[in-house]
């Protein structure tokens, strides 16, 4: 079994969530802002990815009001992000989805969060990145954290 590495300083659990969270925090707006989206954006197409979803469905996922996700699904469909489409199944309901510009700037910005990830987490062992993926996981899914970005068995 691997040793972890102690360092001179070693922070405690919730520090240490927090400030991982925001490092994560500025990945993503840094990715964002190189592929010229807003953070807004890019989390708005990880969540609709592959599959047609409801606007309900989407504003649910991404914890914002309806008037908020509105503005933001008019601000993506103008940037030539996503379309909307009635839902076959519901005649008072619109399915939003990725356009191929969508589906092209969604897999470069994911690329590169996931590039980025993968340095912050190039000190790690394999024992380490193995206890890491299990522990993250497991809160996750225990407390049902919103589907916000897709897994790799998803891609």
């Given at each position: ?26 990945i993503l707006a840094?990715?964002s802002a190189e ?18 979803s409801s606007m ?100």
């Open positions: 079994m691997d040793e972890v590495n102690v360092l001179p300083q070693q922070l405690d659990l919730t520090a240490g969530l927090i400030r991982s969270s925001a490092l994560v925090q500025d840094a990715a592929h010229g989206l807003t953070p807004q954006q890019s989390q708005l197409m990880c969540v609709v990815g592959d599959t047609p309900v469905r989407l504003g649910a996922l991404l914890r914002i009001g309806k008037s908020s996700m509105t503005g933001l699904v008019h601000r993506a469909e103008q940037a030539g992000l996503i379309q909307r489409a009635p839902d076959p199944g519901d005649g008072r309901s619109t399915l939003i989805m990725l356009t191929a510009e969508g589906r092209r700037a969604n897999s470069a910005f994911r690329a590169t969060v996931g590039e980025r990830i993968e340095h912050i987490i190039a000190t790690l062992s394999a024992a380490e990145r193995s206890n890491l993926t299990a522990a993250l996981s497991r809160v996750a899914l225990t407390n049902q954290a919103p589907q916000t970005w897709p897994t790799e068995q998803e891609d």
